[in-house]
């Protein structure tokens, strides 16, 4: 490491539970993915929070731009039935 | 036998080690290198807190005589510590810090280990809860000396000076008096002396691999069990007993 200068970044994801998804919580910096994923437990699990922990550099992340929104999202606006809120979900089905 | 009162003292050795260690640690809250490193060792400082806290309790009902966790980590002086010496050292840089808790981590694991069979349920229990724990210190300081040993020609050569500065510091963690020899043979405690090939075989590979020298055992210290500290453990309780010697009974 050299003085002054950042470590990489890495994004942090971490799932509660078993079946729920790794959800984004956070990012931090770390010299290779080993120690990201031991900062990822100290930082960001440290009253229980996750069963499973995935680090990314944030730099392999590919993102979608602001520019792009219009050809990207703006066509799924008007076709409705694509979106399944017609149905009643029984209350034994969480997480939908 | 009648074991309690060696228990007692037992177990409020192994509890001082804990507490002094955790607060050696704790010192590094919001001074470590990065944000990251400071929680991550605030972490471990507060596994040891833990731990201590669990000791002393179990100590002050094998003692039987009123004192509870409190007033055995508030209460006593300097003398009446059991620590071993190796705990109380100043932090030093943090190649000094990542020398001392390699050397200690590695020495928890077997000792836990063999604690966690011990006759005594209580500090069998402890021990399980504590080995996991240590299991993971283990990887993050072997880490850190990987890193800095095989790091910059700068970290390589303070993390050699620490390694120089504390081995003379380790043989004490091998070494049981006559009343901890007794509840070896009793099934109590695990067998120190017996523990040092397990050691060393967590230390040295890892020295090897980090590039760094194993440092000659030409000289070694002790006396921390029997209460003659170094000069540091004093001001380290001042700090640390400072509410409670001020405002007696205070609590929030």
Known sequence: MVPGQHMPLFEVFIRSRRGLDHKHVGSLHAETHQQALEYARDCYTRRSEGVSIWVVRSGDIVASQEEDAGEFFDPMDDKPYRHATHYRLPPEVDNM | ?252
């Open chain 2, 1 to 252: 036998m009648h074991a309690e009162p060696e228990l007692f003292h037992y177990t409020l050795g192994l509890a001082d080690d804990a507490l002094v260690l955790g607060q050696r640690l704790c010192e590094w809250c919001s001074n470590a290198p990065f944000l990251e490193e400071d929680l991550a060792l605030a972490n471990v400082a507060l596994d040891f807190m833990g731990r201590a806290r669990m000791l002393y309790s179990h100590a002050a009902t094998l003692e039987g005589a009123g004192r509870d966790e409190d007033a055995l980590a508030y209460l006593r002086d300097c003398r009446e510590y059991r620590n071993l010496l190796i705990m109380e050292l100043p932090r030093g840089d943090f190649a000094f810090s990542t020398a001392r808790q390699f050397l200690v981590d590695a020495f928890n694991l077997p000792f836990l280990e063999d604690l966690c069979r011990s006759r005594d349920p209580e500090l069998a229990g402890i021990a399980g809860k504590a080995l996991k724990e240590s299991r993971y210190h283990y990887r993050r300081s072997r880490d850190w000396v990987l890193r800095l040993g095989d790091g910059t020609a700068e970290s390589h050569r303070r993390l050699q000076r620490a390694f120089d500065e504390i081995w003379g510091y380790t043989h004490e963690l091998f070494r049981a008096g006559e009343a901890e020899q007794r509840l070896v043979a009793a099934g109590f405690a695990p067998d120190r002396p017996a523990l040092r090939a397990r050691w060393e075989a967590l230390v040295v590979p890892v020295l090897a691999e980090a590039t760094l020298r194993r440092p000659e055992d030409a000289w070694s210290v002790d006396g921390g069990r029997e209460g003659t500290h170094t000069e540091h453990l004093g001001h380290l309780l001042s700090e640390l007993q400072f509410m409670q010697r001020a405002y007696p009974g205070l609590q929030w």
